[in-house]
Nanobody, 118 residues
Framework: VRLVESGGRLVQAGDSLSLSCVAS????????LGWFRQAPGDVRKLVAS????????FIADAVEGRFTISRDRAKNTMYLQMNSLKPEDTAVYYC????????????WGPGTQVTVSS
């Protein structure tokens, strides 16, 4: 499957932003999709994930209460709604698939840059 993220841009602290991840290339049947982010000099970290069929979600503590993950199965698209953005949310945001529920995320997209100015 091919995943492509979009929606990243420069915003100010306190703003909201919505990211999209579109899946294409084969019949989409993955167990889950996830959003990750990588800030300069840091490792890539899981931000949120969602199971494709049931819609069960996971939100990392760092963004709990501010970020929401969702998906539109008809559009093969996953979303990340980010509210009350902080400068520490600045990172490249990636989506990836967990094909079989083993939390082995693959098929990384190219990423989309989110920059939050103070």
């Amino acid at each position: 499957v091919r995943l492509v993220e979009s929606g990243g841009r420069l915003v100010q602290a306190g703003d909201s932003l919505s990211l999209s991840c579109v899946a294409s290339g084969r019949t989409f049947d993955s167990y889950a999709l996830g959003w990750f982010r990588q800030a300069p000099g840091d490792v890539r970290k899981l931000v949120a994930s969602i199971t494709w069929i049931t819609g069960r979600t996971f939100i990392a503590d760092a963004v709990e209460g501010r970020f929401t993950i969702s998906r539109d199965r008809a559009k093969n698209t996953m979303y990340l709604q980010m509210n009350s953005l902080k400068p520490e949310d600045t990172a490249v945001y990636y989506c990836a698939e967990d094909r079989d529920g083993e939390a082995d995320f693959r098929s990384w997209g190219p990423g989309t840059q989110v920059t939050v100015s103070s």
